[in-house]
């Protein structure tokens, strides 16, 4: 079993940033995925940004340029760094982890952009 523990989230003004953490623990032997969706109120759950073993890392296209994931593989971490937010990024962010063979995913973090 896996578990993810996100953390950052907040309040923060239009233009300012934020950094979200996800730390995985338990029976990880090796990650496919690490990365990061969203869910804003009365819309469907979306990808940001991931981390996929030997392939590009993906970003939604709304995110490229100001967000960016990175993994720290020592840790089995893995961060976004969100710049230049903006009211549309609202929503509550989640981790995600494949190990494989199964999805594992965080509690949520809620992040609100908003003056």
């Known amino acids: 079993q896996v578990q993810l523990v996100e953390s950052g989230g907040g309040l923060v003004q239009p233009g300012g940033s934020l950094r979200l953490s996800c730390d995985a623990s338990g029976s990880i032997f090796s990650i496919n995925v690490m990365g990061w969706y969203r869910q804003a109120p009365g819309k469907q759950r979306e990808l940001v940004a991931a981390?996929?073993?030997?392939?590009?890392?993906q970003y939604a296209e709304s995110v490229k340029g100001r967000f960016t994931v990175s993994r720290d593989g020592a840790k089995n971490t893995v961060y976004l760094q969100m710049n230049s937010l903006k009211p549309e990024d609202t929503a509550i962010y989640y981790c995600?982890?494949?190990?494989?063979?199964?999805?594992?995913w965080g509690q949520g973090t809620q992040v609100t952009v908003s003056s």
């Open positions: 981390i996929r073993s030997g392939r590009p890392t």
């Open positions: 995600k982890v494949n190990d494989w063979t199964k999805d594992y």
